[in-house]
Antibody, heavy 122, light 107 residues
Framework: EVQLVESGGGLVQPGGSLRLSCTASGFNFGTYAMIWVRQAPGRGLEWISGISAYGGSTDYADPVKGRFTISRDNSRNTLFLQMNSLRPDDTAVYFC???????????????WGHGTLVTVSS | AIQMTQSPSSLSASVGDRVTITCRASQVMRNDLGWFQQKPGKAPKLLIYDASTLQTGVPSRFSGRGSGTDFTLTISNLQPEDSATYYCLQDYSFPLHFGGGTKVEIK
């Protein structure tokens, strides 16, 4: 069964840091691009970062650029999101998701984790 | 950056109705669009990719159309389990961008 499980969320003070993990199973993790998406309480989905299959290419949304870093360890089937200089408006559920194909199939993010809650508050 | 404007933000319809949700892109983006369904407290679920290709296992009452800048998701024969929020996602260029969402309520 294809599965993604996020971990690492929690309560952190403004200005603090957290590292989220997304552990994959049931598929050849190292051949699929991955993304992080977040959802603030009562709000819509927001794409925040993406990484290519081999980790050589990364992209970020403007609100997190310079503060968040996406990375992956294909030997451990794990995706990471290092979050620094956290702000109250970073409070959200953070989801990881995989592309549905190694090439083509635009928009096909076919497997999502259950999400991990990050709360930034003093 | 390509922004997606989704409408309506909410709608209410009866079982058996046909409903259509629209996403408009700020720039031409081929067919590089996905549609997702999200129920409260759950992760999003892929319905449609490449603007019109139905994901395996998704009921055929869901369909997608469009290319360029204008895209639609249609739910024919609306069912009670279709009560959810629906989002489009442009996957043409980074940064990717979701539409604002459409909450579908069953009367």
């Amino acid at each position: 069964e294809v599965q993604l499980v996020e971990s690492g969320g929690g309560l952190v003070q403004p200005g603090g840091s957290l590292r989220l993990s997304c552990t994959a199973s049931g598929f050849n993790f190292g051949t699929y691009a991955m993304i992080w998406v977040r959802q603030a309480p009562g709000r819509g989905l927001e794409w925040i970062s993406g990484i290519s299959a081999y980790g050589g290419s990364t992209d970020y949304a403007d609100p997190v650029k310079g503060r968040f870093t996406i990375s992956r360890d294909n030997s451990r089937n794990t995706l990471f999101l290092q979050m620094n200089s956290l702000r109250p408006d970073d409070t959200a559920v953070y989801f990881c998701a995989k592309r549905g194909a190694t090439v083509g199939q635009p928009g096909a993010f076919d497997c999502w984790g259950h999400g991990t809650l990050v709360t930034v508050s003093s | 950056a390509i922004q997606m404007t989704q409408s309506p933000s909410s709608l209410s319809a009866s079982v058996g109705d046909r409903v259509t949700i629209t996403c408009r892109a700020s720039q031409v983006m081929r067919n590089d669009l996905g549609w997702f369904q999200q129920k409260p407290g759950k992760a999003p679920k892929l319905l449609i990719y490449d603007a019109s290709t139905l994901q395996t296992g998704v009921p055929s009452r869901f369909s997608g159309r469009g290319s360029g800048t204008d895209f639609t998701l249609t739910i024919s024969n609306l069912q009670p389990e279709d009560s959810a929020t629906y989002y489009c996602l442009q996957d043409y260029s980074f940064p990717l961008h979701f539409g604002g969402g459409t909450k579908v309520e069953i009367k």
